[in-house]
């Protein structure tokens, strides 16, 4: 690990130095939300942000991606023959991004990167992104990164992690793609004597945190009896199925297939998709496994915080963003529903039940 | 890197109409590419996505057998979108096929061992490979009785009539062909619903003997305590799930139930693991 410093005119002149090689994406502010895009020339990511209101999981998982091509022209030696899509997979950065999200990418990177399959789609997008994070100094009242496994400085997924002096940036280089980029922008000015300020730092951002979760339980519940707990119509009650939970949490990864035909031209893609509509499970007979409102929040709840935890053993689906928290429109919040479950006694619902 | 998501080209070279109503039809495939055949190394229990470029893609067991070799079959339900489409189309037709996918029936498990097999309805396509494959005379001696319960609606609602008929002078495997009514006089088989139809002739379970059961959520409901009844321990029974499926491999989400994936996972499990996941089948 390196340790450089960097100050803010080289860091101007270094992204523009780095735009001639790497597709740049940061976080822009629109109107007045913070978003992930794409950095056209001589654009500079605003670091000065709380957190976006979409992830950046889209820039390896797009919402809408082109997967396979096909014709349907008889008249063509190739007719009915499908073909990988074309895929831009020259190297690119994201200049930015926060310590919660760059975790998110990898805890869904087991989803993807498999040791018996690969998503060649996801997998491609994810090793030409050098992941540059930005320590996060303003945690929200609804952030609970330390206690999702995760934390305002935490460096898990990032090739650089930069934090905020004022004058200058102190970045931590991680690894070679990390470094590749450092030496195209320029900044090559060693400083391990800084290493405590990131200590510093880290604690104080850290103390101001006031969301906490826990989740020590979790594993050692049985998944049936948490499944058939009694508090799930209640924490399902209000919600509308509107989807904007999963589509806003980093960490959500379900997705469809669909084909599109123009004329006799046709793409196959892969969109976003989520668990909480209702047609997502359904049966061409009309059977639908998760028929009601409840089956499927609690599926939403159930894969974060227990199906995943005991399939992968790395802890709860979730860094802890508060995205969901702040954005569903009626406030059902995964810090209550991770309190229920994690506090859930099989003999509770005995009684509950009378 | 492979693509999992890149079908692999394939021709219609025959369609057999094999329902009374039409609504059941099998589709034998050959592939356009030297060598995509023996990529495609299947086992019996095994589902494709079958891909029909501008139409979709849908998940279904493959009904032919590893040990028949030149082409692969399905037989389709016509059920929604796609598959009226595919019954629409014509030998000669391209489209893709992709996989193999998911586990297979445990056959090193299954090896040595008494098979009974319950189907209902045209669930039997797996099934039908299954047989197949033991029947093989490479395979025949490396399982012990083999007792087949198999129910339609009716008896123009049966599949694969011309291998039933076969099946049934063979004194290596003991056939139970039942439907649920029939007015035709010269019926021979057996009448009724497939649950009791298998109390009164499926042999008895034991440490030696195995139960695959495939058919519709209802069939399998009033299978179960009847095996259960007849000495079958949970994981002496296997069952194959059908949740919805979108890329067949275990990245889209949807065929979760619980933390298994039917996709991947399964779609064969024992009874015991069913047991052990939330009913959301
Ligand atoms: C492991 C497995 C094995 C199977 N084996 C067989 C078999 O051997 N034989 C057989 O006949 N069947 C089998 N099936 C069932 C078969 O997959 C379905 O019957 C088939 O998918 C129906 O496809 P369809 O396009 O005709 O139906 P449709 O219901 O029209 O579905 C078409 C697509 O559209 C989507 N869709 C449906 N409704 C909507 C909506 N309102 N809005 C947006 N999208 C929608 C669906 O998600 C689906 O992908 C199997 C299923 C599984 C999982
Ligand atoms: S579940 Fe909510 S808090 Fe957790 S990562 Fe997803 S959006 Fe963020
Ligand atoms: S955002 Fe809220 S209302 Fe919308 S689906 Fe999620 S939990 Fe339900
Ligand atoms: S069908 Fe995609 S995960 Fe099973």
Redesign the interface.
Known sequence: MTLLTIDKDHWTQGLAAAADHYRLFGPVKEKDQHQFKALEKGRLPDLDLVNTRLSPKDLVFPQSEI??T?S?DESRED??????AHTDHAPRAVVGMRPCDARAIQLVKL??D?P??????W??AYEATTFIGMACDTPLSTCFCTSAGCGPYNAEGLDILMMDRGETYLAKIFTEKGKAFADTAGWNQATPEAAEAFVAAKEAAEAKMVSTISTDNLADTD??DL?GAPFWDDIAFACLNCGTCTFTCPTC???????E?QGKS?V?MKNW?S?MFPI??????G?N??DTKT?RVR?RF??KL???V??YQTGIMCVGCGRCVRQCPVNIDIRRVCELMNSFKPADACVAQG | ???????Y?VRIDDITVEAEDKSLKTFKFVF?NDGDEDQFAYRAGQFAEL?I?????IPIGIASSPVEKGFVKFTVNR??VV?THLHNMRAG????LRGPLGNCYPWDLLEGKNILIVGGGFAFTTLRSSIVYMLDPANRSRFGNIDVVYGARSPGMLLYKDELVEWEKRDDINMHITVDGTDDPDWKYNIGFVPPITEQKAPPGGADTYAIVCGP?IMIKFTQPVLEKLGYDHDHIIMSL???M??G???????????ELVCKDGPVFTLNQIN???R??
């Open positions: 997967m396979l096909y349907l007719h009915h023959i499908m073909k990988e989803n993807f498999t018996d399959v690969k998503d060649p789609y997998l491609k998944l049936l499944h990864w379900c997705f469809d297939i669909q084909d035909v046709g196959r998709d668990c997502f499970t359904v049966h061409t007979t059977h496994p998760r089956q599926q159930m894969h227990k199906y995943f005991d399939k | 890197m492979q693509n999992p998501y890149l079908p080209p356009l891909s470029p501008g139409k979709g893609e059920a929604g598959t037709d391209r489209m893709g959520p059908e949740n919805r979108k890329c491999f275990g990245m889209c989400g949807r065929c979760g139930i619980g933390k052990r996941t939330p959301e089948y």
